[in-house]
């Protein structure tokens, strides 16, 4: 079982639509969780953390987090065509606090 | 947030031979990494890299292979040895500003092909 799962996709949706990209994580004593964009030929870029249960919302951006479930999403609102990118799950591994990535998930955003 | 720079950004590479990237931060950070991005591949740590000691290898990755220097607070070099194309990949430096490891900020990375 990989560390962080994702699913790579691509993910396909219409402009407008809310995009759903998931993770789940296997080490039980994580306690940060972040996601990373990064477009083609790029660096990847953190746009959302999260700490703890529930939901924590920036502008189009919603990052929800089960501990229980050990499941992280990432939900993206009026979805844009530059929303089009990678998007990578991260976790730090509650041993060493070193961060973890998934594989990450293609998102098109068709217009 | 932190300004990064990378070079050489791309380079192809004979195999056989060694290359150093060079990862400069605008700023003093304590925790800096080294990350390998191979094709279609997610982020892999390769080590952190400590000013003034020794860096410290994740499992699989052994200083004789990828030797890496921290001067100061603010460069880093990673040096690909006796490469082969195995080890053409993305090479991506890393720094965290504040304490919270998990919130990085990355150099443009450095794209190395191996013939």
């Known amino acids: 079982q990989k560390e962080v799962e994702q699913n790579s996709g691509p993910l396909s949706v219409p402009e407008g639509a809310i995009a759903s990209l998931n993770c789940t994580y296997s080490?039980?004593?994580?306690?940060?969780f972040f996601w990373y964009r990064q477009y083609s030929g790029k660096s990847p870029e953190l746009i959302m953390s999260?700490?703890?249960?529930g939901d924590k919302e920036d502008g189009r951006f919603t990052a929800q987090l089960n501990k229980a479930s050990q499941y992280v999403s990432l939900l993206i609102r009026d979805s844009q065509p530059s929303d089009s990118a990678t998007y990578l799950c991260?976790?730090?591994?509650?041993?060493?606090?070193?961060?973890?990535f998934g594989q990450g998930t293609t998102l098109q955003v068709k217009p | 947030s932190a300004v990064i720079s990378q070079k050489p950004s791309r380079d192809i590479c004979q195999r056989g031979t060694s290359l150093t990237i060079q990862c400069q931060v605008d700023?003093?950070?304590?925790?800096m990494f080294w990350y390998r991005q191979q094709p279609g591949q997610s982020l892999t740590l390769i080590a952190t890299?400590?000013?003034?000691?020794?860096?410290?290898?994740e499992s699989g990755f052994v200083i004789d292979k990828f030797p890496i220097s921290r001067p100061n607070l603010t460069f880093s070099t990673l040096t690909v040895s006796n490469m082969s194309p195995e080890d053409s990949s993305i090479y991506l430096c890393?720094?965290?500003?504040?304490?919270?490891?998990?919130?990085?900020?990355f150099g443009e990375g450095s794209r190395l092909t191996v013939l």
């Open positions: 991260a976790v730090t591994a509650s041993n060493t606090g070193k961060l973890i």
């Open positions: 890393s720094v965290a500003p504040a304490e919270n490891t998990g919130e990085l900020f």
């Open positions: 080490d039980r004593g994580s306690q940060s």
């Open positions: 999260i700490y703890s249960n």
């Open positions: 700023s003093q950070v304590t925790m």
């Open positions: 890299a400590n000013q003034g000691s020794e860096a410290t290898y």
